[in-house]
């Protein structure tokens, strides 16, 4: 599911909330994330999760790297993938920063 056009063309901007540096940093696997519409989305409903203190999405590598105070609940995070209209099919390994 994509709220782009079949060309994955999308004239709304990105809008990404940088995650921060403490807490613990945990990259999940998102399908159908296409364009800045899309990363967006996905920003705006994970970052409103209890705990959540960053949100990066990498819309061309299908990743989302969140960043908690806590562990996070992987639940509540695939339902806020969920509700901004993609899906969430897992954890990522765990990727050094760049």
């Given at each position: 599911?994509?709220?782009?056009?079949?060309?994955n063309?999308?004239s709304?901007?990105?809008?990404?909330?940088d995650?921060?540096t403490?807490?613990?940093?945990?990259?999940?696997?998102?399908?159908?994330?296409?364009c800045?519409?899309?990363?967006?989305?996905?920003?705006?409903?994970?970052?409103?999760?209890?705990?959540?203190?960053?949100?990066?999405?990498?819309?061309?590598?299908?990743?989302?790297?969140?960043?908690?105070?806590a562990?996070?609940?992987?639940?509540?995070?695939?339902?806020?993938?969920?509700?901004?209209?993609y899906?969430?099919?897992g954890?990522?390994?765990?990727?050094?920063?760049?």
């Amino acid at each position: 599911m994509s709220c782009c056009s079949p060309d994955n063309s999308c004239s709304t901007s990105a809008a990404t909330r940088d995650e921060k540096t403490a807490g613990i940093t945990t990259v999940y696997k998102v399908q159908g994330m296409t364009c800045g519409h899309c990363e967006t989305a996905v920003t705006k409903e994970v970052s409103a999760v209890a705990g959540v203190t960053g949100v990066r999405v990498d819309v061309a590598t299908g990743l989302v790297t969140v960043t908690t105070g806590a562990e996070p609940d992987d639940a509540q995070i695939a339902a806020a993938v969920d509700e901004a209209g993609y899906e969430l099919t897992g954890r990522a390994e765990n990727l050094s920063a760049h």
